[in-house]
């Protein structure tokens, strides 16, 4: 909203308040009283500053007065505290109550009834501030201006008027060049025959970068060419000419207000600024972007200054036609001054199809002057001793027609450039005692700048993963998953619409969405507030996507470790990603980034050799195994010291033989891949002897086993069986039963340890039995010994009786000779009196 300043009328003076000393003030006095805004005051600042001060004084004031309660009961106990705070209150009841009255309020504030006095008291103050703010601004009610409100909804797509469409397309970007002025190496002859597309069947349905890419696949042709710098040959030639390098005088630039300005929108307007521009040595070149509205990004407008006019032009009316800027901007003769180029250099390549050469960057020099602050602003006050407001920085710069504000702001950041663009000069010379080599720093610097590409943001699977780790959190499988999909989903609608991912769905909102899992619809509308356009169209498939990632098995989170070194938890298969050709270059390595992996472990088909190889005193416990795994897990500690991949190193010089960079990088790889190819070897061989010893002791232990069996066979063929000295025995005593012997081994079990060591230990041979045997004749022993006694009759049970045989009772007053339980059974009736009677119960 854009106002104009108000001026406040002046109070009429009163005849009381004059004195003696205003009738002696001269008419000069008078006439600068007159042209006060507020009398008293130089400004509007100075009232306020003033009145900033008094109720910043008031309120301090007011916070050391007794605090209502026993405090202030205990002050108003005095008579004369009292009386001054009621005369005090009266008057500062008064002066509100005159104010209301001057701005049309109810001023009623000190006849109120003293039960409610306090609350009506506070509502009328709060209505009478929400009517004199409400007036602020606004100016005399004589005096009435339209007002109008810029504001996104009400400016038009600018993407609606573009010749080509916005190739918002999951591919490579492809420079946007059919046409190479100040050639020094012919453009490559895909980009001067893309008028041969058109004949193509795909580009009926799909995106001109996309039906590129389809086309060049098919055909196999230029395929390095299409993502190439157009004029890389020609910026790693370009030197800087002698008289750049020299300290320049200083060339004041003229006053902003006598200087001429030209709006081109037109394409004769273009060409006419385009001849200007060849005849300049040098001219300030700054843009203005747009980013919330659209997936990419549009450049809203381009500021062009030389030493004596100024230039914007509407990128927005000529976005197919300012190739024709090449012709300047690729002049080597002609020196574009940019601050802050690096974003400037990839929007003049995405939209415009510009390149730079020649190019010098005062934010890369005021780096290298090590200045306070590195700002454009600080720069014009530093050296032009120019104030601009920011205010206009983040403008929508889509608006059209621009208000005279913006124009001005956007051509004040080129207009005072040239100048500084000496200047910068001049010192950086002057700091290095007359010597160029800041200065050519500078240049080189900038010379990378303009060597950089634009890259499309692609879609990958893994492209969450990145934003997720800036936000630090921890989520389970479940949100997780949730967070993948919506930003899936955010993706492909952004790309479709044609919006910011910020427009479509902010990430807030996602981490939100993703750690709440509501489970209705109306749950994700209140994660969101506001609610994004795109989020209340698509709310329902949102809904899905959650309940998709609700169904996912729950699993806990991974507590993280944020340490620069810590890979412990990456799998094998990221950490082992080079090809068996291809040799693994260890991390610490110059140009590396990759960590190799050996495997130690060797194989064991039998248990003999496991057991052979875990007495091996030379071979690591598991302890040892353990630790060599987590000391693995670590990068080098000193990594961080080594070039990262983040740094910018030119290309040309990366693969120029005869640069210093190409030598070193090459010297280290040759020394680290000399290094891993004799680690291979010795642990190659090492191998393969481990298992030629574990062969040779495999076949020593089954030859052992052999030998040991054939000894202990060839033992069992002298030695005579049991079985068989049954047999002999028994023919020498005339028996008729003869057993054929069987052959070893039927017979015999399975011998056993014991017998192996009988084996092993000599036999003693038995005596040979006798032929003359004679039995023992035993008709004249005396068997009556053994009988002794006639037994009595057994008490104890026995089957082998008759069925009808009756025991014989005892006599009454005979009692048992033994009791129940001193017997042993083994005992027969004949040979012990120790049986009792059982009493077996009758059937």
Known sequence: MYTAPNKMMDSPKSNDSTNSGLRDVTSKNNDEEQDELCPGFRNADAFVKYGLGAVMSATKASAGLPQIGVEDDFYRSFPGFREFCESQGDKLLQCMSQIMQHHGCRSHVRDQNKLTALEERFDLVVDSNDVILERVGLGSKSRSETFRLLHAKNVARPQLKFKEKVDNSNTPFIPKIFIKPNATKALSSYFTNKLIRKQRPEDLDVPAALADLIHQQRTQEHVEDMFAHPYQ?????????????????????????????????????????????CKVSEFAVDLEHHSYRSFLGLTCLMQISTREEDFIIDPIELRSELYILNEAFTDPAIVKVFHGADSDIEWLQRDLGLYVVNLFDTHQASRALNLARHSLDHLLRHFCTVDTDKHYQLADWRIRPLPEEMLQYARTDTHYLPYIYDCVRAQLLDVNHGQPGLLQSVWNKSRDISLKKYVKPI??????????????????????????????????????????????????????????????PQGIIACCNPVPPLVRQQVNELHLLVQQAREMPLLKPEVTMFGPHDTSRVSESDLNQCSRDEMPVKAGMLFSEEEEEMDVSVKNTSGLVDLETQTDPDS????????????????????????SSHVH????????????????S???????????????????????????EAKERSKKVTEERKQAKQSYQESLQDVATVRQQAAESAKGEGKKRERVDGEIGELTPKPSKKLLKSAEKPEKKEPPPQDDFSPFDYSQSNLKVFAGTKPKDNTQFDPNRQAGFKRKKNAKGQKSSSGPGNRSMSYMAGQSERGFRQNWPTR
């Open 233 to 277: 040959y020609e910026l790693d030639h370009f030197t800087v000419p002698e008289g750049l390098l020299s300290k320049p005088e200083p060339q004041m630039y003229k006053p902003i207000t006598k200087t001429k300005c030209s709006f081109i929108d037109s394409l004769e307007d273009l060409v006419a600024m385009n001849e200007k521009l």
């Open 666 to 692: 090459n010297k280290w790889k040759l020394q680290s891949i000399e290094q891993q190819h004799k680690e291979l070897e010795a642990k190659k061989e090492a191998k393969k002897k481990s298992k030629e």
């Open 649 to 664: 190193i030119s290309k040309n010089a990366k693969f120029d033989p005869s640069s210093k960079i190409f030598e070193i």
């Open 459 to 520: 879609f990958t699977e893994e492209s969450y993963l990145e934003l997720q780790r800036k936000q630090k959190r921890s989520l389970n499988t479940q949100q997780l998953t949730a967070f993948r999909l919506l930003f899936a989903w955010r993706d492909k609608l952004a790309r479709q619409e044609d919006e910011s991912t910020g427009f479509t769905l902010p990430t807030h909102m996602m981490n939100k969405i993703s750690e709440e899992l509501p489970r209705e």
């Open 620 to 643: 690591p416990s598991v302890a040892q195994m353990k630790a060599r795994r987590i000391v693995e897990s670590f990068e080098n500690p000193f990594r961080m010291y080594l070039p």
